[in-house]
């Protein structure tokens, strides 16, 4: 058989495998999907024979989440991002660390603060640009970034990211002045390049999150009438070993207040 045909030949066989695949893979995500709309339906019937609704169109699709731990001490590589290849370890106490160089000062410290003051930095044309190629060279991992106008200069604002869910409470801020960055300040939980997993049980679910909330509500004292978002994402728990330890917690909002699922034990705390 020559080259050509025997390539043809492999392509088709490759083509045939896709198709079969889309035909197993493409029926079950449309029962997953009829199946959350489902669910979605029986949560508003019940939360309105509570009197209460959901001022949701679908539950959210988030990826399976574990209980993880950052156990790689990333502040060296965000420190030389910052303050060049030279930046070295200035003074380190169990838990804050300070990193120097002839381009300015940064401190980190275990429990996500971060602080950064620089000088003599080079002029850029474009914060935005910048801020997106110095996140990355940080390891600072964000969905979106924004940019805000200020008397001293220009400021992009961004909040960190795990496994693709979004950290709460987390923002790190970026000065420019003068076309030049002066400062990052804020939150930025290091080594987030090299994460454990630390539990056995995933998170719950979308579904169970309401059920959750709605099964505490006189306990919470909640006096609402709607949920009106819900959002999974990570918060950092405890010190653990060299790293710091995050809990998959759902982010629920209502029309009066906010309320944090714990995706693993399912407390439910009030945030203020």
Known sequence: MSASRMKNLIILVLTLCALGLLCIVVPNRLAQTQEQRQMLQELKALYESYGLS?????????????SVELNEDGAQTAAQALLGAKAALAGESGFESTYESELGT??????GGFSAALI????????????EKLLHAMDFQYQTLTREQAEDGVRICASQTLL??????????????DDRLT????????????????????????????AQLLARRDALGWVGSAVTALTLGYLPSELAGTGIRFVPVWRVETDAGSFSINGITREITAEK
């Open 183 to 210: 400062s990052a300040e804020g939150t930025f939980y290091t080594g987030g390049s090299s994460i454990t997993r630390v539990s056995e049980q995933e998170a719950i679910s979308a579904a169970d999150a309401l």
């Open 106 to 111: 940064l401190r980190v410290t275990r429990t």
């Open 120 to 131: 003599g930095g080079s002029r850029v044309s474009n914060p935005e640009k910048t801020a």
């Open 54 to 66: 959901i001022a949701l169109d679908e539950l959210p699709r988030s990826p399976v989440l574990y």
């Open 164 to 177: 693709g869910v979004p950290v709460f409470g987390s923002l790190l801020e970026l000065v420019y002045q």
